[in-house]
């Protein structure tokens, strides 16, 4: 490398067959945005693939879905956020309480590796 040049870290992508597989596991709202989110954020990719057999746990027979959160008084991009909407009917009570539980099992240590780029939230 001569003086003036910077090593870029190389782009990666999320692939068809990783697309494939976040289709079965969630529906996809404004997918587009969604794709091009995960594109820009792969790291987010293994946790989603993990996140349903730890949901499941807490929320057996739910849906899963996975939208945007975007902060309409950002200025930047950088804030928005995937979120993972978990689609229940439970009692609103339990749904938190199982909600608190899940994340004490598993979203706490799993947010980190997100980089805080995503959350879950009740539908």
Same mark, same amino acid.
């Given at each position: 490398?001569? /003086?003036?040049?910077?090593? %870029? %870290?190389?782009?990666?992508?999320?692939?068809?067959? +990783?697309?494939?597989?976040? +289709?079965? $596991?969630?529906? *996809?709202?404004?997918?587009?945005?969604?794709?091009?989110?995960? @594109?820009?954020?792969?790291?987010? /990719?293994?946790?989603?693939?993990?996140?349903?057999?730890?949901? !499941?746990?807490?929320?057996?027979?739910?849906?899963?879905?996975?939208?945007?959160?975007? @902060?309409?008084?950002?200025?930047?991009?950088?804030? @928005?956020? *995937? /979120?993972?909407?978990?689609?229940?009917?439970?009692? %609103?009570?339990?749904? /938190?309480? !199982? *909600?608190?539980? $899940?994340?004490?099992?598993?979203? *706490?240590?799993? %947010?980190?590796?997100?980089?805080?780029?995503?959350?879950?939230?009740?539908?």
């Amino acid at each position: 490398m001569t /003086v003036g040049q910077t090593s %870029a %870290a190389p782009r990666v992508s999320i692939d068809q067959t +990783e697309i494939e597989q976040i +289709e079965k $596991l969630y529906t *996809l709202r404004e997918r587009s945005e969604v794709l091009k989110f995960l @594109d820009n954020h792969p790291f987010l /990719v293994p946790v989603l693939l993990e996140a349903p057999e730890n949901i !499941r746990d807490y929320f057996p027979d739910n849906s899963l879905i996975l939208d945007m959160a975007i @902060d309409p008084e950002s200025s930047s991009p950088d804030d @928005d956020k *995937l /979120v993972l909407l978990i689609a229940t009917d439970i009692d %609103a009570d339990e749904s /938190v309480e !199982r *909600l608190w539980e $899940l994340d004490n099992a598993w979203w *706490l240590n799993a %947010a980190r590796r997100s980089e805080h780029k995503m959350f879950i939230d009740l539908e």
